[in-house]
């Protein structure tokens, strides 16, 4: 069971990044997934989540307008695709297998992905 994410990188400010992570070991179509962050310093933190059939989505309120999350369940993948990037969205990125769509806590992670670096470069 593993959650390989990927795309991360350094990008200038107001760039793009688009990240993705495919599952393995299991189907991620029987879970809600997510994608949490860690800045240096700070408390790890939820940004988006997606319900089992992407017809619900949810942002932290500091990346509405610029993330969108979506998912793949034909490819076991789940993606987020991050616009007008600002170098307080510097983290490392962690995709998350849910057992409900709740990100508010970390109490609804069942699997945790490795995580991938993002730089925005002021």
């Known amino acids: 069971v593993q959650l390989q994410a990927s795309g991360g990188g350094l990008v200038q400010a107001g760039g793009s990044l688009r990240l993705s992570c495919a599952a393995s070991g299991f189907a991620l179509e029987n879970y809600a997934l997510g994608w949490f962050r860690q800045a240096p310093g700070k408390e790890r933190e939820g940004v988006s989540c997606?319900?089992?059939?992407?017809?619900?989505?949810y942002y932290v309120d500091s990346v509405k307008g610029r993330i969108t999350i979506s998912r793949d369940n034909a490819k076991n993948t789940v993606y987020l695709q991050m616009n007008s990037l600002k170098p307080e969205d510097t983290a490392v990125y962690y995709c998350?297998?849910?057992?409900?769509?709740?990100?508010?806590?970390?109490?609804?992670?069942?699997?945790w992905g490795q995580g991938t670096q993002v730089t925005v470069s002021s």
């Open positions: 998350v297998a849910l057992t409900a769509p709740i990100i508010a806590t970390m109490n609804f992670v069942h699997v």
């Open positions: 997606i319900s089992n059939s992407g017809g619900l989505t």
